[in-house]
């Protein structure tokens, strides 16, 4: 076993111990919580500990491990969940002052799988304003905790720095245009968005439903593969969610990626992208090349192009999302949030349309390519995390272009999974990333892939000095 600190230790390296009875669930859940209590007043990750709540289900399950019934490696394991996931009896925010009385009385499909594996909620962990690009100005911003001023990565950035910083095992994130990505782009971590419709949105608040994904965030791609199988499947409260069976996420974990076909477009991948990080991710392909891939040659349409469509969609279908509560109480969003719904509400049903036909052009553009292919490769963002200050993420003029979201939205107006993976620091001590992008319901592959990468480098083991 590594010498990794315990709350630096990955899920699968704390299984083993928690099924071998060498540590103790609450002994664990103890060390996180403490460690909340010592960092998060400076990170602010979390909006709600749930303290009490999480020692009692470390209770349980080391009364049920004492006693033989071991439910799997997320059991005893301390996880932290998007404040968009329902939790009973638990305030569930979205990060929007409208939303601060929300309780619900009944928890999210996601939830509700995470404890049926044994999971133990630490709590709630911040995130934007609606899950989108910035923060009602009533709410923390999380603090990346390899560098206080940079960007943490949008909507899910409670879920990377906590994960990121040693402060939950594993997180819950969604990824609407890219922010289970972003953030685990940003804080050096692993992020799969999963296949549209792999993971139940029931109980999830809602920001654009048609492009909405929820998935795991973790310190590595074996981990990520333990929290999708537990969270993925079939729900009869979601229509949207896919009936086919939930394969072994982690099937070919350790397998050669021999014959593997991985379509690399240089042109896409590196034009307006930055320098270290253009060298991190052809490293990386050439690396892959050595274990045995296949590298083809791939031609991308103007995807920059394309990723224009994405703000006339998304803020479209947040207007439907927020009804109950927009335009009624307009003046109870922050600035950023409130122009983003106000953008939204001027969407005409013609604008609507093009918007989508542009999203079908680029899905039927994407769906051609992977007729060559097993998996596309690609940075998950063009920079490593840019400055930030508290002025522009709470207010409205926090933008990026369209170009910014070409690693990210493409792959959520189609729905197929990808997987994000620490390939690299710049010369500033900031963690760089590379994709890995599948076909419909390729989880496993993808995770064979990245646990074959992430095997031969080293990226994965740096956690930041905190």
């Known amino acids: 076993m590594s010498n990794t600190p315990l709350h630096f230790k990955t899920i699968i390296e704390i299984a083993k111990l928690i099924e071998s009875k060498k540590l103790s669930p609450v002994e664990l859940t103890s060390v996180m919580l403490e460690r909340i209590k010592q960092h998060d007043v400076k990170l602010k990750s979390y909006v709600t500990v749930m303290s009490e709540q999480a020692m ?5 399950a080391e009364k049920e491990i004492t006693a033989g019934e071991y439910r799997g490696p997320l059991h005893g394991i301390p996880i932290g969940v998007k404040d968009l996931c329902f939790t009973k009896g638990v305030r569930t925010m979205g990060g929007a002052k409208v939303l601060r009385n929300h309780i619900p009385d009944y928890d999210c499909t996601v939830v509700e799988r995470l404890k049926s594996a044994g999971a133990v909620l630490l709590g709630k962990l911040n995130l934007t304003e609606g899950a989108m690009g910035g923060y009602n100005p ?3 911003i999380p603090v990346n905790p390899w560098n206080a001023d940079r960007w943490t990565g949008s909507s899910s950035s409670g879920s990377g720095v906590a994960t990121a910083a040693g402060l939950c095992s594993g997180s819950i994130g969604s990824d609407t245009g890219g922010s289970i990505r972003f953030p685990s782009a940003a804080c050096g971590i692993v992020g799969i968005k999963p296949t549209y419709g792999r993971v139940s949105r029931y109980g999830v608040l809602a920001l654009a439903e048609s492009m909405d994904h929820v998935g795991p965030m973790t310190r590595c ?10 969270i993925a499947g079939y729900d009869t409260n979601d229509p949207t969610s896919l009936p086919n069976p939930v394969p072994a ?5 350790g397998k050669s990626i021999k ?6 477009d240089e042109n896409y991948a590196t034009k307006d992208v930055d320098t270290e990080l253009c060298e991190a991710v052809c490293t990386g392909v050439k690396l892959l090349q050595e274990l045995g891939a296949t590298i083809a040659e791939v031609i991308l349409p103007d995807m920059d192009e394309y990723a224009l469509a994405w703000p006339t969609i998304c803020s479209a279908e947040a207007v439907a999302a927020h009804a109950a ?5 307009r003046d109870d969003y922050g600035p950023w949030f409130q122009g983003w719904l106000d953008m939204g509400a001027k969407v005409t049903g013609a604008e609507y349309a093009e918007a ?9 553009h994407l769906t051609r390519i992977f007729q060559d292919i097993d998996v596309l490769v690609c940075p998950s963002m063009s920079a490593p995390p840019h400055q930030v200050t508290p002025e522009l993420l709470y207010g409205p003029k926090e933008t990026r272009p369209a170009r910014f979201q070409r690693f990210t939205a493409p792959f959520d107006f189609n729905g197929v999974p990808t997987l994000s993976v620490p390939c690299g620091m710049n010369s500033e001590g900031l963690p760089l990333s590379i994709q890995f ?3 419909h319901l390729s989880e496993p592959l993808l995770c064979q892939v990245g646990h074959a990468y992430e095997s031969a480098t080293e990226w994965h083991k740096l956690y930041p000095d905190i």
């Open 56 to 60: 009692t289900a470390a209770q349980k």
């Open 138 to 140: 009533e709410f923390d």
């Open 221 to 230: 791609v074996t981990d990520a593969g333990i929290m999708l199988e537990a």
């Open 249 to 253: 996420m982690l099937g070919g974990i």
């Open 259 to 264: 014959g593997v076909r991985i379509g690399f």
């Open 325 to 329: 509560t927009y335009p009624s109480k």
């Open 356 to 364: 989508n036909k542009l999203r079908s052009e680029c899905t039927g």
């Open 437 to 439: 992008v599948g076909k």
